[in-house]
């Protein structure tokens, strides 16, 4: 059984202001329970997609011994979405009066779609990114890794400041990528 999910995203250059979700989920037993795993599971994968970066040491991260070892390890190092990183405006709610005939009580599992639609802030940011470097005269094919860190958003943006810092000894700042572990 699947979960089709409607999403609408809104958001300014700073955060999100406001999201819309919908979801198909049959006849739900416990709405507010539905709503709650859809809201969680959208969270968790918006943090996935721009927060929660995997560094080990390696040839970029030569300041963690020994090689190979995980540096982001505890909450001091692998950053998770809090309670300020939801939407203000976090609208979620049930599709009425449809029905599921091949499971019980005509209701759909919730699990995984409203994580995958978390992936949906990345995209938003992209082509805010994409604005912002049209601005400045560079338009084109990008490459914005995942996951969307600030760090990797700010560099991606490709102004004037990033010129200057980035393009000593480079041809040019609008092809930077920020190192992670990848």
């Known amino acids: 059984m699947t979960v089709r999910l409607l999403n609408v995203l809104v958001f300014d250059i700073f955060s999100i202001s406001c999201l819309l979700t919908k979801a198909i989920v049959g006849r739900s037993i416990n709405p507010a ?8 599971a959208f969270i968790q994968g918006m943090g996935w997609s721009t927060l929660e970066e995997v560094v080990y040491g390696d040839d970029d991260h030569t300041w963690i011994r020994p090689r190979g070892r995980m540096f982001t390890t505890g909450p001091g190092t692998y950053k998770i979405p809090a309670f300020n990183d939801v939407p203000q405006d976090f609208n979620v709610s049930l599709m009425e ?3 599921n005939p091949f499971a019980v009580h005509s209701s759909k599992a919730i699990g995984e779609p409203p994580f995958f ?6 995209y938003a940011l992209k082509n805010a990114v994409k ?5 400045f005269n560079i338009d084109g094919y990008f490459e ?10 700010r560099m991606a943006c490709t102004d004037e400041i990033v010129e200057e810092c980035v393009a ?8 930077f990528q920020p190192r992670g572990s990848f």
């Open 144 to 153: 914005l890794r995942l996951p969307a860190t600030s760090e990797r958003i």
């Open 33 to 40: 329970l539905d709503i709650g795993q859809i809201e969680g």
């Open 97 to 99: 009066n449809v029905d």
């Open 131 to 135: 604005s912002a470097r049209a601005e």
């Open 168 to 175: 000593i000894g480079k041809d040019s700042a609008s092809d």
């Open 117 to 122: 639609l978390g992936v949906s802030v990345y």
